[in-house]
């Protein structure tokens, strides 16, 4: 039982050993999302300072022959909250506006809190809780995956479990990292 114990503990620390130092938060990207409706989205984010983060996305959305544009625009908070299990995570609270315009225009607010981990050299992972005003008032557990294929450039894949009558999304897409 010692040695596997050891053994875990010596593997863990390599393991950690080999993660980023940092997570980049300027970042470019676009790709494919199934969310209300289906279509392409453009995304990106930037560092203001050490302890802010701007980001929008927006997206193009098809439901039958009605389309309609969804726009999210928030910034983040990097608390700087080190999780003893994994000190290179980066912790953060964001808010931000959530808007649909189309057939019919809606607008709302959304507040949340997020981790970003550099899991190793080539994967990160993301979780992030949110509240969202618009629609009908929902809560959004998101989860996703980038795979560094160069140290620039990632590809990722999210999903976002939604509560009540909101829709589950799932997105697929590539990212550039400056």
């Given at each position: 039982m010692k040695k596997i114990l050891i053994a875990s503990i010596a593997a863990a620390s390599l393991f950690s050993a080999m993660s980023?130092?940092?997570?980049?938060?300027?970042?470019?990207?676009?790709?494919?999302?199934?969310?209300?409706?289906?279509?392409?989205?453009?995304?990106?984010?930037?560092?203001?300072?050490?302890?802010?983060?701007?980001?929008?996305?927006?997206?193009?959305?098809?439901?039958?022959r009605a389309d309609f544009n969804v726009l999210d625009v928030g910034i983040n908070y990097l608390t700087n909250f080190k999780l003893d299990f994994a000190p290179r995570s980066q912790?953060?609270?964001?808010?931000?506006?959530?808007?649909?315009?189309?057939?019919?225009?809606?607008?709302?607010?959304?507040?949340?809190?997020?981790?970003?981990?550099?899991?190793?050299?080539?994967?990160?992972?993301?979780?992030?809780?949110?509240?969202?005003?618009?629609?009908?008032?929902?809560?959004?557990?998101?989860?996703?995956?980038?795979y560094f294929v160069s140290p620039d450039w990632a590809i990722r894949s999210s999903i976002a479990l939604n509560s009540g009558e909101t829709k589950n999304e799932f997105r697929f897409g590539v990212t550039y990292q400056f």
């Open positions: 980023h130092a940092d997570i980049r938060w300027n970042t470019i990207g676009a790709g494919y999302s199934d969310a209300a409706g289906d279509g392409p989205y453009i995304e990106g984010s930037y560092l203001l300072s050490p302890s802010f983060v701007l980001h929008a996305d927006y997206s193009r959305q098809s439901v039958g912790t953060y609270l964001t808010v931000g506006i959530d808007s649909i315009s189309g057939d019919a225009d809606e607008s709302g607010i959304y507040v949340g809190a997020g981790v970003k981990h550099p899991l190793t050299p080539e994967v990160e992972l993301y979780t992030q809780a949110t509240y969202h005003s618009i629609a009908d008032n929902y809560g959004s557990l998101a989860g996703g995956i980038a």
